[in-house]
């Protein structure tokens, strides 16, 4: 097998995308390497599909998306970096924090935003809201993946050795799988403020006080209100010869001793952020913008002294006392919206979202979800007052959104006409197996319209199952195969989930199967003098019917009758097009025949000669 020349690939994508004159930014996800560019046009698409190594590119505003895989992206990301030789990203954020006064700051800001209106619309700045989401949960991506994967690890661990939490090897996974999420915060605050320029280290310090042990934890806030109600309710309906913290501790639960509340300020409650996504995010890019308006005045002689100091402390002080409250009642309210959509009866709302959740890969916005899964997981982690951890459908909507593109890839992969686009459509399909998408999605289903559509109702399919089921688990961040690990805990959820994979994938790749033709329907000559027969006798009675003077209703017959013939031509002109698409389907199946022929034949003699 050819090694491949990452180096190489680079190159062409540089030179490509209008060389470094024309990358404002670039970085990549885990499957896309994105540059930003400043003109579309110098854009040159059909050299980068000529790449061996590019699965297909998706637009989203000024950002060019190159679909590579996982693994494949890491390279040739490492190579453009080498050709580029800085982090354009970092020295762009660097030069917007110098402006000369506060008048230039704002006339840029005017700038941008009468750019982005004119480049897109009036719907342009939700685009790039999205794509700015995007951007700041990316660096976070591989820290939830690796979190999700040893919670899986873990429901594994705790089935085999039935360890106790309290253990050294409890507290141990305890510290793998709970700290990205206690931290998210801090992560979140760093991506955030380091997008916007400003100085990652404030954002990590920020985040820090927002999660400090000295602040009440917020989830264990909700856990004593929970256990608080929970003893309330078992007052009512004790069961005879069990303690409620008997009960409570037979469930797997921690008994809470000491209740924890909200430090309260007059009426403002006061807590810390553990696990909090949107507080991190608003309070991010407020000391990002606070930062440079800082610099903006301050004597260049304390600026570094002083500057840090008056950020760090109006950042906390405003997010205690303003910002946070009221943005915690804001995620409050998003979540119990999701929840609500989720909890539309008889799983049409998961199955809703698991169908639209490839569309918003598409878009390259689909990390902005991260965000709210990881809400999700941390809320399903906490006990209700019945003292059930309810856990997250999620994982098993992104499972049946993701398995279904690769039933769709598969069924395109068995009914593809050449050797390329069946590896393709297979390699693709593997892939799904593993959470990744992109190349199933651009590479096969997507360019061909109808696999995409089919994957989508596969999905809606799947995801209707695992919410008619309630199929949730614990965790996040990996999903399919891998993602199966995440319900080791519970024969019945392992189970379920592999019933909703079967499901999703089984319905995508049939519906493909049967219902996909890409050579088009056949028609004949035969067919085709039948059909011209019937358009002429239509026209004779067309004709017939304006020289009727005494006819009743003429005008409606003939206005019918027009609209008949209209039907009729525009079905003539379409099996026209199947015919010629048909015919030309079986000549290129025939070129491929002979194409597989003489390779193999090649094969043989290249394989005589090492011989």
């Known amino acids: 097998m050819k090694k491949t020349n990452y180096a190489q690939e680079a190159k062409r994508f540089v030179d490509a995308v209008g060389g470094k004159e024309n990358i404002e930014s670039y970085l990549h996800c885990v499957t896309r390497l994105r540059f930003n560019v400043i003109d579309k046009e110098k854009v040159n698409i059909d050299e980068i599909k000529a790449s061996p190594i590019a699965k297909g590119t998706n637009w989203t505003q000024n950002q060019l998306q190159i679909i590579l895989g996982t693994g494949v992206v890491e390279a040739a990301y490492a190579e453009v970096q080498k050709l580029l030789e800085v982090n354009i990203t970092s020295k762009d954020s660097n030069e917007s924090s110098k402006s000369d006064s506060f008048e230039d700051f704002k006339l840029k800001a005017k700038a941008n935003k009468d750019a982005l209106r004119n480049s897109g619309g009036k719907f342009a700045w939700l685009q790039m809201s999205m794509k700015t989401l995007g951007d700041i949960f990316l660096p976070i991506i591989p820290a939830i993946v690796a979190a999700g994967l040893a919670m899986g690890v873990a429901a594994l661990f705790k089935n085999i050795f039935n360890y106790d939490s309290s253990s050294l090897l409890g507290i141990i996974i305890d510290i793998v799988t709970k700290t990205a999420f206690s931290s998210l915060s801090v992560l979140v605050c760093w991506s955030t403020v380091k997008r916007f320029g400003g100085n990652p280290v404030l954002g990590i310090i920020i985040g820090l006080m927002l999660i400090s042990p000295l602040l009440p934890d917020k989830g264990a806030i909700s856990a004593w209100e929970a256990q608080s109600k929970f003893v309330e309710n078992w007052a009512k309906n004790p069961i005879e010869g069990l303690t409620a913290k008997e009960f409570w501790i037979s469930k797997g639960l921690n008994w809470m001793e000491e209740g924890v509340t909200p430090i309260k300020l007059w009426i403002i409650p006061i807590t810390g952020y553990q696990g909090s996504v949107l507080p991190a995010l608003i309070i991010g890019i407020g000391v990002a913008y606070l930062e440079k308006w800082i610099k903006l005045w301050m004597?260049?002689?304390?600026?570094?002294?002083?500057?840090?100091?008056?950020?760090?402390?109006?950042?906390?002080?405003?997010?205690?006392?303003?910002?946070?409250?009221?943005?915690?009642?804001?995620?409050?309210?998003?979540?119990?919206?999701?929840?609500?959509?989720?909890?539309?009866?008889?799983?049409?709302?998961?199955?809703?979202?698991?169908?639209?959740?490839?569309?918003?890969?598409?878009?390259?916005?689909?990390?902005?979800?991260?965000?709210?899964?990881?809400?999700?997981?941390?809320?399903?982690?906490?006990?209700?007052?019945?003292?059930?951890?309810?856990?997250?459908?999620?994982?098993?909507?992104?499972?049946?959104?993701?398995?279904?593109?690769?039933?769709?890839?598969?069924?395109?992969?068995?009914?593809?006409?050449?050797?390329?686009?069946?590896?393709?459509?297979?390699?693709?399909?593997?892939s799904t197996m593993f959470g990744i998408t992109e190349p199933a999605i651009f590479g096969v289903n997507l360019p061909k319209v109808k696999p995409f559509i089919f994957a989508s109702i596969g999905g809606f399919i799947g995801g209707f199952v695992a919410g008619l089921l309630n199929v949730t688990?614990?965790?996040?961040?990996?999903?399919?195969?891998?993602?199966?690990?995440?319900?080791?805990?519970?024969?019945?959820?392992?189970?379920?989930?592999?019933?909703?994979?079967?499901?999703?994938?089984?319905?995508?790749?049939?519906?493909?199967?049967?219902?996909?033709?890409?050579?088009?329907?056949?028609?004949?000559e035969k067919q085709l003098a039948n059909f011209s027969t019937k358009l002429t006798n239509a026209e004779i009675d067309l004709k017939k019917?304006?020289?009727?003077?005494?006819?009743?209703?003429?005008?409606?017959?003939?206005?019918?009758?027009?609209?008949?013939?209209?039907?009729?031509?525009?079905?003539?002109i379409k099996l026209k097009e199947d015919k010629i698409k048909y015919e030309k389907y079986l000549e290129e199946v025939k070129i491929s025949k002979e194409n597989d022929k003489v390779e193999k034949q090649k094969a043989k003699e290249e394989k005589k000669k090492n011989k």
């Open 299 to 430: 004597p260049k002689s304390v600026n570094i002294i002083f500057t840090p100091f008056l950020t760090i402390l109006i950042s906390l002080l405003a997010a205690l006392f303003v910002l946070g409250p009221i943005l915690l009642l804001v995620e409050e309210g998003v979540l119990i919206g999701t929840q609500a959509i989720l909890s539309i009866p008889f799983g049409f709302g998961t199955g809703l979202i698991a169908g639209i959740l490839q569309a918003i890969v598409i878009t390259g916005c689909h990390q902005v979800l991260q965000g709210l899964e990881m809400q999700l997981v941390i809320k399903g982690n906490i006990p209700n007052e019945a003292g059930i951890m309810t856990g997250s459908i999620f994982n098993a909507i992104w499972t049946a959104s993701i398995i279904s593109q690769g039933g769709a890839a598969m069924a395109v992969a068995l009914k593809a006409k050449s050797k390329q686009e069946r590896n393709l459509g297979m390699s693709s399909a593997v």
């Open 473 to 524: 688990c614990s965790g996040m961040g990996v999903t399919v195969l891998p993602g199966l690990l995440l319900y080791s805990d519970s024969i019945r959820n392992l189970l379920l989930i592999i019933l909703v994979n079967g499901v999703a994938f089984g319905s995508a790749f049939a519906l493909t199967f049967f219902f996909y033709w890409e050579a088009g329907k056949k028609v004949t």
């Open 545 to 572: 019917l304006k020289k009727e003077v005494d006819l009743k209703d003429k005008e409606d017959k003939v206005k019918k009758s027009e609209q008949k013939i209209k039907k009729l031509k525009e079905k003539e």
